[in-house]
């Protein structure tokens, strides 16, 4: 089956600074890969999402990168807040139906 | 925009006893799944509820142990039976509203087994 990997399990940034957190892949079918925003005691919120047709997809400070054949994914948020402090998951599925397989998850901090 | 509801929001029971999660979903969906959150850890796929018919489980996961119930295109019960501490998770249910769109989550069902 699917395996996702992530990284870093955790990152601590300066407020306006850019965060990076990056994920791999094992199923060249999947064909899916959204990212979740959990904060604490809340339920996962989609952020931003792209399918493999697409190569890079970006919404306002927030931006996802893939790359089909080397198998991975990254997020880019710019100019970082203290409100995206949270932990983000990233996620694979093959479609049909999302059955979606989560990474590891990244903690991230943004510090004043 | 939709409201996916849970319920219980959170509960203590006792070893050995199971509890009922419901997932509501006040407009109708094509998919319904069930994930559990084990504490500080990622989600993990229980199975996919299927309307009509026998929850699909994933490896690891079988039905006397957790079985799923979806009667409609709205509803969904998850039943976590006999229970240890080790279950102790969260339980989400996700749903999805078209085939291959994004996956919603319920607020989650926090379980604490005593």
């Known amino acids: 089956g699917e395996n996702v990997e992530q990284h870093p399990s955790t990152l601590s940034v300066q407020e306006g600074d850019s965060a990076v957190i990056k994920c791999t892949y094992s199923d060249s079918a999947s064909n ?5 925003k959990q904060e604490l005691g809340k339920r996962p919120q989609l952020i931003i999402d792209i399918r493999s047709n697409v190569g890079e997809k970006k919404d306002q400070r927030i931006a996802v990168t893939l790359n089909k054949t080397a198998k991975h994914f990254s997020l880019h948020i710019t ?5 995206d402090s949270a932990v983000y998951f990233c996620a694979a599925s093959t479609g049909g ?8 998850g990244t903690q991230l901090k943004v510090e004043l | 925009s939709a409201v996916i509801s849970q319920k ?3 509960d203590i029971c006792q070893r050995g006893t199971s509890l009922t999660i419901q997932c509501q979903v006040d407009s109708q969906v094509t998919m ?6 084990q504490p500080g850890q990622s989600l993990t796929l229980i199975a996919t509820a299927n309307q009509g018919s026998e929850a699909t489980y994933e490896s690891g996961f079988v039905i006397d142990k957790f079985p799923i119930s979806r009667p ?8 976590v039976s006999n229970m240890s501490p080790e279950d102790s998770s969260i339980y989400l249910c996700s749903v999805e509203f078209r085939l291959d769109t ?13």
């Open chain 1, 32 to 36: 899916y890969f959204p990212w979740y």
């Open chain 1, 79 to 83: 100019e970082t807040q203290p409100e």
């Open chain 2, 8 to 10: 219980p929001s959170r």
């Open chain 2, 72 to 79: 409609n295109l709205t509803f969904s019960t998850l039943t």
């Open chain 2, 102 to 114: 994004e996956a919603f989550f319920g607020q989650g069902t926090r379980l604490t087994v005593v």
């Open chain 1, 97 to 104: 139906g999302n059955k979606l397989t989560f990474g590891t």
């Open chain 2, 32 to 37: 319904m799944f069930w994930y559990r959150q």
